[in-house]
């Protein structure tokens, strides 16, 4: 019968904790160094047994055959093919670490030794051989846009999704051990997120007043931080990285409620642990108290920008009267004209000089207004984006888009209409002149 993979996870897992091998472990195949003959042995009988593709070569670097796998030609090299599936597929510890820190984007993830299937914002991770229908998050705002980082090769992640469970971790989650090698990752990365800044060192800044400096994060974090504390980490980013328009105020009033509750201690696993639930809560409160102010500040700019949509609709209502008028002196002036040369002995050119006249007025009446309707709708985009995000969608298409847009199209009719109808008149003038 064929192996578990798990049984094969586990050897080489062992191997390596035990100091007696190095691991290599990409998408396509999982590489085994410095093998003593006794442990190159053992591997070789789980593959064997298993039936995947596999080779072996010596320390002179050729290939090994089962009957010269002794120590007088260790260490070994132990490469095998891991076989292609339609999800990523991941065999050690090791090899998770490692895929976890470059940002591999799959979305389903099958781990040889997961024993408890979790997911995260972005990730399933599931035992191998087992199915997972899973749909990530939305995009959330990238730490990076909120997080300074000064460091050489930048520690930042550039989506926190990865790293965020989609509910909080229990005791027979946590007792797993490939969950505990991603929540140690993960409390790194979530405490960088949820700093100010990142020094040169890794260390992590908090503006304050007061200023804070906390060591870098390193390994055992998630130990440190124990299973509450890393709860409340991950509620805590939850909050802050939820919602894309609020994720820098959120951000900012976290860093500034961090610094206020800050104990005496420069180990971040121990001031998460110690202050983030405190934390958390005063800076919700802090939040709510802003959106009271917003709420006023919110209702006094719908009012205002009301009152500019219906200034800016009443000016185009208007340019278009007056382009009706400056139509209606054009005409009455061409008829006019016509008229006066059946009666004056006036020379041609000067009234065809009055009639031409009469269309510059009419167009240059016509210009003012398409250009005051552009510089408009420009400026409106503009607010848009700098002080109307908090409206909805569907509240400025009802209360700008809409009104302006009317207005728009009456007066675009408008001027089309009335530069067709002094363009003709101007020209049947001209043919009348020319007339015997």
């Not at 846009?145 to 992640?157: E, K, S």
């Not at 979530?190 to 908090?206: P, Q, T, V």
């Not at 939820?242 to 121990?270: D, K, M, Q, V, Y």
């Not at 958390?280 to 917003?294: E, H, I, K, V, W």
Request: net charge negative; glycine share 6%; charged share 20%.
């Amino acid at each position: 019968m064929a192996l578990s993979p798990k049984a094969l996870a586990v050897a080489v897992d062992g191997f390596a904790a035990h100091g007696l091998a190095a691991i290599t472990e990409t998408p396509s195949a999982l590489t085994i160094s410095r093998l003593r003959a006794e442990e190159t042995i053992a591997l070789e009988r789980l593959l064997s047994d298993f039936g995947w593709s596999f080779q072996i070569v010596d320390r002179a670097n050729e290939h090994a055959e089962r009957a010269t796998l002794t120590d007088d030609y260790a260490p070994f090299i132990l490469t095998i093919d891991k076989p292609i599936g339609k999800v990523f597929r991941v065999i050690t510890a090791a090899g998770l670490v490692s895929f976890l820190l470059q940002d591999q984007p799959d979305e389903v993830w099958e781990v040889a030794t997961l024993g408890v299937p979790f997911s995260t914002m972005g990730i399933s991770f599931v035992p191998w051989g087992a199915s997972a229908l899973f749909t990530p998050a939305p995009p959330t705002k990238n730490p990076r846009l909120l997080v300074r980082d000064h460091t050489a090769h930048g520690t930042v992640t550039s989506d926190v999704r990865r790293w965020l469970l989609r509910e909080p971790a229990d005791g027979h989650l946590w007792d797993d051990a490939i969950f505990r090698a991603f929540a140690d990752l993960s409390a790194q990365a979530l405490m960088r997120a949820l700093s100010c800044e990142i020094e040169s060192d890794g260390k992590l800044m908090f503006k304050g007043p007061p200023r804070i400096r906390l060591e870098p994060p390193k390994q055992g974090s998630a130990a440190e931080l124990g299973l509450d504390g890393y709860n409340e980490l991950r509620a805590a980013s939850v909050w802050v990285y939820e919602t894309n328009l609020e994720a820098e105020r959120r951000h900012g009033l976290f860093i500034a409620e961090f610094s206020h509750n800050h104990p005496s201690t420069n180990n971040p696993a121990a001031a998460f642990a110690s202050v983030v639930a405190n934390v958390l809560d005063g800076a919700r409160l802090a939040y709510q108290l802003s959106l009271s102010d917003l709420t006023r500040e919110a209702i006094k700019a719908q009012g205002d920008l009301r009152k500019a949509v219906a200034d800016d609709t009443a000016k185009l209502a208007y340019s278009a009267r007056q382009i009706s008028a400056a139509v209606a002196a054009a005409v009455a002036t061409c008829v006019g004209l016509v008229a006066a040369k059946i009666g004056t002995t006036a020379p041609h050119w000067v009234l065809q000089l009055v009639a031409v006249v009469a269309a510059m007025y009419v167009a240059s009446v016509i210009a003012n207004g398409w250009i005051f309707m552009n510089v408009q709708t420009d400026m409106r985009q503009k607010w848009r984006t700098r002080l109307y995000r908090f409206i909805p969608e569907p509240d400025y298409e009802a209360m700008v888009l809409a009104p302006a847009g009317r207005a728009q199209t009456m007066f675009v009719v408008t001027a089309i209409a009335g530069g067709v109808i002094a363009t003709f008149a101007v020209m049947i003038s001209f043919l009348i002149f020319f007339t015997p």
